[in-house]
């Protein structure tokens, strides 16, 4: 596991790190698995767990999406553009949980879809911007 940000949180941020991995698949079916048997291990209320986990999964999703873009613009990484379509889906995912409902309107509407024609641009961009 990866400490370098390690804090105390809530517990559905571990579980949705490692479901939902911006380098790795994980199926849909083992990812409803690995939660439905953490909620049935923990005693957690489901409905409750569900709403964080997807709440966390698009905060950290939309952040891993920043940093991809910097890792590519900033620190010329033109590979991290690639996983930028999976981490949208983990997003998309996530906005469509209730939960979410009064920001996915906005996110969707305000974030452009990922297409191929904006992430080869994002690519070309790489390593553009100085460094301060």
């Not at 996110?107 to 553009?128: H, N, S, V």
């Amino acid at each position: 596991l990866d400490f370098q940000d390690a804090m105390a949180g809530h517990r559905a941020y571990d579980l949705v790190s490692v479901l939902q991995d911006a380098r790795r698949d994980v199926p849909h079916n083992v990812e409803n698995d690995m939660i439905d048997y953490y909620v049935s291990q923990t005693g957690q209320d489901r409905a409750r767990f569900l709403a964080a986990y997807h709440v966390l999964g698009a905060q950290r999703n939309l952040r891993i999406l920043g940093v991809f873009a910097r890792l590519c613009m900033v620190s010329g990484k033109p590979h991290y553009v690639d996983f930028i379509p999976r981490v949208w889906e983990f997003i998309l995912r996530d906005l469509s949980h209730p939960a979410l409902a009064p920001v996915s309107d906005i996110i969707l509407r305000d974030m452009p879809t990922p297409t191929d024609t904006i992430l080869a641009r994002l690519k070309e961009k790489c390593a553009t911007i100085p460094r301060l």
